[in-house]
């Protein structure tokens, strides 16, 4: 509650501008090459017609199944791919299935893969250890909808910082909290929530993460639970949906 | 494919002052039986159809008698050298398999009934009921089924499995297959070579990106598991593999003591292998080349790539610049083997419904990338993260026709799997095995790529008869379209890793 308050502000200057759009349509792959990882992802809003570049998303869609975008308009991106980029943009793989489509090139250049900032360094790269004063801290990993799966290059990178900074001021307890955003929405016509049971595949899930990472059990407290309301999150980039499917790692010293 | 005594004469001798001519004047035999009690030498060479392996042992030759990786500890007078032979890059190719039946009319040990023949049940003194390990260099491995977990706990999988076809009668009955009174599954693969073994050991991320988890602790020494070993993952360390290894292919149930683990392990870690001299290239660390096993002892390991200090194969960037003082053929080979390896990291193709890849990892699919996106351990093409990965080798649609394989139909659950649905027709299920989950069918861990010439046939079930045939199967499998010199090129990288 008291990060709710905290973060409201912060949302609220982000998210004034420019337009947030959440949708469910079957994406489309651009066949584009400029190198690895350079192909293009675009998704069609039924309902308004537009279409989207979410080639930016942490985890990218699979060509036979329906996403789930949401995303801000970059509205002063260009996309080299054809569509208004998104960025920041999610897009959650959902379970119904899509016929598979992809487009030629067509002339677009498609996006050249740099390494994006959040990556997890190798091990034997030292962490800088967390300074002093330290005082208790949160951390939130962000999911896809449905889903309970530590997205690599966002949540791994996320959780590389919680554990570094465990490590650096050996807490009391960390407890664990998983959420759900089970309260229904109207999405492109259709009603959606997330199963509440992810709640808690989400906190084991990342209390057993956190054990492989050198956090004792005794120190460890799981709770799970559901109505999940939007919190600033960095892994969600200022997106209020996707902050709402989160585990919160709160560390107490 | 058999060459002229004097065009190796004559390569040889142009390839003067480079370590062609340091051969060992007299030949070691072959083959390296159980408890013999040779000595392990420094450096042990041996042909193969394209040229030499050459394998080191760091810090000098070693007796073998007494040693438990050599001698015959179980009944059934096997030893691990059986399987993992140095002459094949410590694995076993099919041909060397051919080589012991003819020799002892189908006796040598390697034949062993309980893993060396289809099935247990079959008269073992015919040559066909031993055609897995003849013909493709399988070898039977018997998973108890549901498996367990690293503590010992039972895990309850998320899928059923049934067997469709049992061609050896190892997966139905009272006894065998996953509908016996206790349930198991046999599938079959290939020994994996044991040289070389740091690569496979190193652990450069503390997470799994695959399946999105920091990676499991060994529970004897507390320390993050690399998930490079055994085609299905279930051995997460060389001492969890060797208990495994003593009580199936030895038929040694007793644990075997601490002090033969430490000198297995000891010695294995010890061993390099590589390709040192090619037939036509000659030697394959001249003309500025880092071929051969010496770099691979020397180097640190667990480097991706493409995050340096050097790319994959850069073993070979120095042939990319013709040398005019080389014969037209040897030169020729060069750079084939140097476009080869810029081939194996620069050639783009779409890779699809690849799970490990193409889920739930959030690359996308399909994904555009190159041979060096799973094969992305510097000096070594193994894969830095765990490398379980459905490449389709062992199941359909992407699978070659195996008719002398089993077949299982997988139904899942819960979820269905990511590219196959519901349900999966499978002759080796792999990580699924280990994990007991749906989602981890057809995942089979990435090996190492030293030493291949010696050791064909290549993935876990044997279904690629040479080098060819690997590459022909990628280019069928994500439509890569590769023109004949591609191919030739990468057959020849990949001959003299």
Known sequence: MFAVLLAAPAF?????????????TCPIYRDTDAGKKSGCWLADDRAGGRRFDVSRAPSKPDWNF??????????????????????????????????????????????????????????????????????DRTFHLVFDFDKAFIVYQLDDYLLDQA?????????????????????????????????????????????????????PDEKLELRWKTSAQPVAAEGADGLAEPSRRRVDIEVKL | MIRAAPLVLAAAALAALTSA??????????????????????????????????????????????????????????????????????????????????ATNGRDPLFAAGDGSNCPTLPQATRASHSLLLDHGLIRIQRSWPPKDLTGKAITPDFTIETVRDPWGCNTGAKYGPAAASPNVSVYRRPRPISNLKYLLAVGFAYDPKQGMPLPLDPESGRPMSGNLMADGRAGTLNAQMRDAASTHLEFLKNMSARDMARIVYFESRLFSAQIRDRRGGALDAGGAEGGPD??????????????????????????????????????????????????????????????????????????????????????????????????????????????????????????HPHYGRVIYTSDPGYALTTGRCADVGKITLQSMRGLAARAPYFSNGSAKDLRAVVDYYDRRYRIGYTEQEKQDLVNLMSAL
Request: with cysteine; proline share 11%.
């Open chain 2, 295 to 416: 770099k691979l002892a020397r180097s640190q390991p667990g480097n991706l790539g493409s995050q340096g200090p050097a790319p994959v194969w850069s073993e070979f960037a120095a042939w990319e610049k013709p040398d005019p003082s080389l014969t037209p053929e040897q030169s020729a080979f060069r750079q084939s083997v140097a476009r080869g390896a810029r081939s194996f990291r620069e050639k783009m193709f779409l890779i699809s419904d690849s799970a490990g890849i193409n889920s739930p990892i959030g690359f996308g699919n399909p994904v555009r990338n190159s041979c060096v996106f799973c094969h992305n351990m510097t000096q070594m093409g193994n894969d830095v993260a765990p490398g379980q990965v459905d490449l389709g080798t062992t199941t359909q649609p992407f699978a070659d026709p195996a008719p002398h394989l089993p077949l299982f139909r997988i139904t899942c659950r819960r979820d269905p």
């Open chain 1, 12 to 24: 609220a200057a982000a998210a004034d501008t420019a337009e947030t759009v959440r949708f469910i």
């Open chain 1, 66 to 135: 329906e996403i789930l975008v949401e995303g801000r308009i970059a509205a002063d991106v260009a996309s080299h791919c054809g569509g208004l980029v998104l960025e920041p943009v999610r897009s959650s793989v959902l379970p119904t299935p899509c016929p598979r489509h992809m487009l030629p090139a067509e002339g677009f250049a498609g996006n050249k893969f740099t390494l994006p900032p959040r990556n997890v360094r190798p091990l034997s790269e030292v962490r800088k250890a967390p300074e002093p004063p330290f005082a």
């Open chain 2, 21 to 102: 001519l340091a051969a060992p004047a007299s030949r070691p035999e072959r083959w390296w039986a159980p408890g013999e009690g040779r000595v392990f030498p420094a450096e042990l060479d041996y042909e193969n159809e394209t040229g030499t392996l050459r394998t080191m042992l760091v810090g000098g030759p070693m007796k073998t008698k007494g040693h438990p990786f050599f001698a015959p500890i179980g009944p059934n007078g096997r030893a691990c050298v059986t399987c993992h032979q140095p002459a094949d890059s410590m694995s076993l190719s099919a041909q060397t398999a051919q080589e012991r039946w003819t």
């Open chain 1, 163 to 215: 554990i570094t900074w465990i490590r650096g001021v050996n807490p009391t307890r960390v407890v664990v909290t998983g959420w759900a955003a089970t309260d229904p929405a109207e999405v492109s016509g259709r009603t959606i929530a997330e199963d509440p049971a992810i709640a808690r595949t989400r906190a084991e899930l990342v209390g057993e993460a956190l054990r492989r990472l050198g956090v």
